[in-house]
């Protein structure tokens, strides 16, 4: 797709991980609708920071676990209750989430299953061989389901509909990619460094 004039290429590059990513798991995959109450956990990273803005744009009541440092910055992308997984378990029995979107693959589905509501969905970006047979279990017994995709195996036309959406909504200032550090090429191996510690805010670029 021709990257638009307006937008970085810092920016567009960092629109087909994160920001794609959520948005097929919310849209597509979660269905999410208005009104429905979603929990991120990882709410300050790639995936997380999207998905956040991604969730309340669509006019969900939207719930967000991240560290202390990371909380000003999720509630100002549209958390209307952060919590610090530090200290609080997000997934609190009865908490009725229609959605729980582990976008870090932190929790499990037997784990996120009390907190969801009766037809909740659970869905993580991160397949493990202990994940794998919940996914299949959950689509065959109870209304409560866990659910994966590969963003990046989509048709591409159907990649390039999605983006195009997501273009729009930066267009009209209702999305925008968080950028936490570029670095340069040279840097390689410290920005690997940085990016595997597993707490980067929104996106890291190499260029
Ligand atoms: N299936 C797909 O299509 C697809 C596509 C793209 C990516 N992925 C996968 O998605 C995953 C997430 O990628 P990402 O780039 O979004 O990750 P990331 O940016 O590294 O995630 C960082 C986030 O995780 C939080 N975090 C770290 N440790 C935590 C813990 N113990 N409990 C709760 N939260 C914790 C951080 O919070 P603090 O910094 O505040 O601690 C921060 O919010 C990766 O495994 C990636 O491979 C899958």
Redesign the pocket.
């Known amino acids: 797709m021709p990257k638009p004039e307006s937008l970085s290429h810092a920016d567009a590059a960092v629109l087909c ?2 920001v794609l ?1 959520s948005w ?2 919310l849209r597509n995959l979660g269905q999410v609708q208005s009104g429905d109450r979603v929990l991120v ?9 999207a998905a956040v803005q991604i969730a309340a744009a669509m006019g969900a009541d939207v719930s967000a ?6 909380a000003d910055l ?1 509630a100002s992308l549209g958390a209307t209750r952060v919590i610090d ?2 200290s609080e378990d997000a997934l609190r029995p009865g908490a009725g989430y229609d959605v729980i979107f582990d ?4 929790a499990s589905f037997s784990a996120a299953k009390p907190a969801l509501a009766e037809a909740g969905r659970y869905l993580c ?3 493990t061989m202990g994940r794998l047979p919940a996914i299949l279990l959950s689509s065959l017994v109870g209304r409560k389901r866990a659910l ?6 989509e048709k591409p036309q159907r990649l390039r509909a999605m983006l195009s959406e997501i273009l729009t909504r930066i267009d009209q200032g209702r999305l925008s990619p968080v950028m936490d550090r570029i670095y340069p090429l040279s840097d390689l191996v410290e920005a690997h460094a940085y ?1 595997e510690a ?6 890291v670029v190499v260029m």
């Open positions: 991980d994160g990513t097929h798991f956990l990882g709410g300050s990273g790639s995936l997380g920071s676990t991240c560290s202390a440092r990371n999720v997984y530090t976008t870090v693959g932190v970006p991160v397949l994966f995709a590969a963003a990046g195996l990016v597993g707490h980067k805010r929104g996106n």
